[in-house]
């Protein structure tokens, strides 16, 4: 019968080996919640009490303490330092370290740490190296090129951090050992080393077998059970797309 493969072990989720250790991270990087629109006309001002490590993260992250009270963690642009003061608001100045809304960022800014909606803390533009540039404003929103190459408008009350976020380069640092690759990859809830389907035997994996010319196709329905739930999933087409340009 074989044992079940590593998509059905991993799937029940009490198994150490497969658990992510979330209990070393730090905190959610993300800005303050927004009280009131207000912020658009205001400027409120802040120090960065310290720069921490955060377990399974890229980027450092940066302790924000505001003179409201309220403190959040968030990522760090290149260029930013402890106990610097920042700004956050409509009214900040356009400068590295700086929250502001995007529809008051001048056009050509590079920015990081995007809201795709207003409030929700900050989700594009978030890893080593990644930033977005402003393109211009429009009626439907400002429009904003991803890292991704592709643009999208976002409300203008969405909020953005001047800058690059710290620690480009780092994937050009190769790892040397296997036991610093199997580190980070559990520190992110990885998996690590991966067998492929075809080194295993027929009992092991859909895609097992010693027969190497008879490859099964890859494509996989979505409504799959576990055990045949492996390669590419509801793929419409086979291999990947040529870019566009």
Not at 48 to 74: M, Q, S, W
Not at 200 to 225: D, E, F, Q
Request: glycine letters at 12%.
């Amino acid at each position: 019968m074989g044992k079940r493969i590593r998509v059905q072990r991993r799937g029940r989720g009490n198994s150490p080996t497969f658990r992510s250790s979330t209990h070393k991270r730090v905190a959610p990087a993300q800005y303050p919640l927004l009280e009131t629109k207000d912020y658009l006309e205001t400027t409120i001002e802040g120090v960065i009490k310290d720069l921490v490590h955060d377990p399974g993260r890229g980027t450092p992250l940066a302790l924000i303490k505001f003179e409201n009270g309220k403190t959040c963690y968030t990522i760090v642009p290149e260029g930013v330092h402890a106990s610097q003061r920042i700004q956050m608001g409509g009214k900040a100045l356009v400068e590295v370290g700086n929250i502001l809304p995007v529809g008051k960022i001048p056009e050509g800014t590079i920015v990081c740490n995007m809201e795709l909606h207003p409030g929700d803390g900050g989700k594009i533009a978030k890893s080593s190296g990644a930033y977005a540039t402003v393109v211009g404003h429009t009626p439907q929103g400002t429009m904003i090129k991803l890292p991704s190459g592709k643009s999208r408008y976002l409300n203008d009350h969405c909020r953005a951090t001047i800058g690059v976020v710290s620690g480009a380069g780092r994937t050009e640092k190769p790892f040397l050992k296997a036991g610093a690759k199997f580190h980070m990859m559990k520190a992110k809830g990885h998996k690590y080393p991966r067998t492929r389907g075809r080194a295993m035997i027929a009992a092991l994996h859909p895609y097992g077998s010693s027969k190497k010319s008879a490859r099964k196709v890859t494509t996989v329905s979505r409504h799959a059970p576990p055990g045949k739930k492996v390669g590419l999933i509801a793929a419409r087409s086979a291999g990947q797309k040529k870019r566009r340009r």
